[in-house]
């Protein structure tokens, strides 16, 4: 599976590393921002599309990390699971 999950992510992470690093920079300050200002569905909504790309790039980083790394992430994606749960809730 991570096999295929890699050959899928090959595409889309080239075409990431060719945008400018101020406009994914302010796209996850823009998708945080909603998801913390926001209420109700629109801030879950605005923290579900920032976990999801945090948990591919951790799935995909995984294997190269060490035990602190590996629980930093855990914790963050942990972290941003949390206060969506909060405002579904």
Known sequence: MRAAV???SA???VYLTRL?????????FALL?????GSGWVGAAGL????VPLGWFAYLSWPG????ER?????????VAVF???HLV
């Open 48 to 51: 579900l599309a920032l976990l």
């Open 11 to 13: 595409a889309p992470l």
């Open 6 to 8: 890699e050959r899928w």
């Open 33 to 37: 921002a909603v998801g913390l200002i």
């Open 20 to 28: 400018p690093r101020w406009v994914l920079l302010a796209a996850v």
């Open 84 to 86: 969506v749960v909060d």
């Open 65 to 68: 990390l060490g035990t602190p």
């Open 71 to 79: 629980i930093l992430r855990i914790a963050a994606l942990a972290l």
